[in-house]
C-alpha cells in the first residue's frame, strides 16, 4: 500500500467481526509504533496487547469511549519515571504524551495496511485501565486502541482546507 493510500484511507472502525487477529500479526502491529519517532531517542513507551475476552471486558467497564467488541486493544503506555530521567519535566510532560501518539499513528496505519480496523481511545479512566492491565508505578496508559477486522468501514469525513498560512497566520499567498 502506498503511504498516500494508508494515510487517505484509514478511518475509525467501530463495528468488528467476530474473528481473532493472529498474534504475529499484533506483535508487528506493535513493531511498527517502535519505529515512531521519540523525542531525544527515549523510548519510554510500552504497550500492552490485550486480547483475553475477560480483561477486553474490564477494560471495556472503564473506558466509555471504547465501542464494539473489538477481537484486541493495544494500550499505548509511557514510563512517565523513565521519561522525567531521560528528558526532565519536559520529557514526562510534553514529549511522553506526543512519543505516544506518534507510535499510535504508526500502529493504525500498520493495521490498515493489513486489513485491520482500529480506533483511538482518549475516554478511559487511566488509573482503573493501570490497574487492570497491572502497571508498574510511574507507567500510565495514555492512548488505548480497538483492533479487529472491520465489519463496516465508515465514509470519510470532509476535511477542513484552509488550513495553511505562508511566514505569518492568514497570509495564504
Known amino acids: 500500500m502506498e503511504v498516500w493510500e494508508a494515510i487517505r484511507g484509514?478511518?475509525?472502525?467501530?463495528?468488528?467481526?467476530?474473528?481473532p487477529v493472529e498474534r504475529s500479526l499484533l506483535e508487528k502491529l506493535?513493531?511498527?509504533?517502535?519505529?515512531a519517532p521519540s523525542g531525544g531517542n527515549a523510548q519510554t513507551w510500552h504497550f500492552v496487547v490485550?486480547?483475553?475476552?475477560?480483561?477486553?471486558?474490564?477494560?471495556?467497564?472503564?473506558s466509555p469511549g471504547l465501542l464494539g467488541n473489538p477481537p484486541a486493544v493495544i494500550?499505548?503506555?509511557?514510563d512517565l519515571g523513565e521519561a522525567g530521567r531521560?528528558?526532565?519535566e519536559l520529557g514526562a510532560k510534553f514529549l511522553?504524551?506526543?512519543?505516544?501518539?506518534?507510535?499510535?499513528?504508526?500502529?493504525?496505519?500498520?493495521?490498515?495496511?493489513?486489513g485491520l480496523g482500529t480506533c483511538v481511545i482518549g475516554s478511559f479512566h487511566k488509573g482503573a485501565v493501570a490497574r487492570?492491565?497491572?502497571?508498574?508505578e510511574g507507567m500510565e496508559p495514555v492512548?488505548?486502541?480497538?483492533?479487529?477486522?472491520?465489519?463496516?468501514?465508515?465514509?470519510?469525513?470532509?476535511?477542513?482546507?484552509?488550513?495553511?498560512?505562508?511566514?505569518?497566520?492568514?497570509?495564504?499567498?
Request: proline share 8%; net charge positive; glycine share 6%.
Open 10 to 19: 484509514r478511518r475509525s472502525v467501530r463495528s468488528f467481526v467476530d474473528r
Open 30 to 35: 506493535v513493531e511498527a509504533g517502535t519505529w
Open 50 to 62: 490485550v486480547t483475553d475476552s475477560e480483561q477486553l471486558r474490564r477494560i471495556k467497564t472503564v
Open 75 to 78: 494500550a499505548v503506555c509511557q
Open 86 to 88: 531521560k528528558g526532565g
Open 96 to 114: 511522553a504524551p506526543v512519543d505516544a501518539a506518534m507510535a499510535t499513528q504508526n500502529i493504525l496505519l500498520a493495521a490498515h495496511d493489513a
Open 132 to 136: 487492570i492491565l497491572g502497571l508498574p
Open 143 to 173: 492512548l488505548l486502541v480497538s483492533v479487529g477486522w472491520p465489519a463496516e468501514v465508515p465514509k470519510p469525513p470532509p476535511r477542513k482546507r484552509d488550513v495553511i498560512s505562508w511566514e505569518r497566520h492568514g497570509n495564504r499567498t
